[in-house]
């Protein structure tokens, strides 16, 4: 059973850090890309970044572009998110991903995990 | 990007009742497209893919259709567990891969 299970959200002041981690269980984690999409309240989803399956290439949306850093360490079965420099408008509840493909491109997500909250406030 | 607009926002429906939700790209993305299901406080779950293709454990009364720059996710005799809000996604293009808005499918 494919579970994906998410940690290091919390609250923080803008300006601040964080990172965030996906554990992995249940397929061959290294061959298949996998996603962050974050869902602010009372809005939709949104694709933050990608990360090909031996995490050799990586790709973000323009709004996260230079403060987020996607990672992975197939060794660990985990995914990472960095985030630098948060902002009021990160507050979100973000998920981890299974990606459809080894690749970054033509990916749909199959597979997602729980989220976990991640609040930016003074 | 590819712009995703789902229509409507919100629609309202019946156990039993049959309801039909529009996606409409920007552009051509052929028939890569996905739907997901999600409900509050839960992991969205994947229903369709490659616009037509239900994945393995959807019920088979969601279906998909449509190619090019328009696409329809149809929900046949509701059932209570299905009241919840869908979203569409292109996976044309990677940079960035775009949502639907969602359409909130209450009773």
């Known amino acids: 059973e494919v579970q994906l299970l998410e940690s290091g959200g919390g609250f923080v002041q803008p300006g601040g850090s964080l990172i965030f981690s996906c554990a992995a269980s249940?397929?061959?984690?290294?061959?298949?890309?996998m996603s962050w999409v974050r869902q602010a309240p009372g809005k939709g989803l949104e694709w933050v970044s990608v990360?090909?399956?031996?995490?050799?290439?990586?790709y973000y949306s323009d709004s996260v572009k230079g403060r987020f850093t996607i990672s992975r360490d197939n060794s660990k079965n985990t995914l990472y998110l960095q985030i630098n420099s948060l902002r009021v408008e990160d507050t979100a509840v973000y998920y981890c991903?299974?990606?459809?493909?080894?690749?970054?491109?033509?990916?749909?997500?199959?597979?997602w995990g729980q989220g976990t909250l991640v609040t930016v406030s003074s | 990007d590819i712009q995703m607009t789902q229509s409507p926002s919100t629609l309202s429906a019946s156990v039993g009742d049959t309801v039909t939700i529009t996606c409409r790209a920007s552009?051509?993305?052929?028939?890569?497209l996905a739907w997901y299901q999600h409900k509050p406080g839960k992991a969205p779950k994947l229903l369709i893919y490659?616009?037509?293709s239900l994945e393995s454990g959807a019920p088979s009364r969601f279906s998909g259709s449509g190619s090019g720059t328009e696409f329809t996710l149809t929900i046949s005799s509701l059932q209570p567990d299905d009241f919840a809000t869908y979203y569409c996604?292109?996976?044309?293009?990677?940079?960035?891969?775009?949502f639907g808005q969602g359409t909130k499918l209450e009773i």
């Open positions: 249940g397929f061959t984690f290294s061959s298949y890309a």
């Open positions: 552009q051509s993305i052929s028939s890569w």
């Open positions: 990360i090909s399956g031996s995490g050799g290439s990586t």
């Open positions: 991903a299974k990606g459809s493909s080894g690749t970054y491109v033509k990916n749909y997500f199959d597979y």
């Open positions: 996604q292109q996976y044309n293009n990677y940079s960035p891969y775009t």
């Open positions: 490659k616009a037509s």
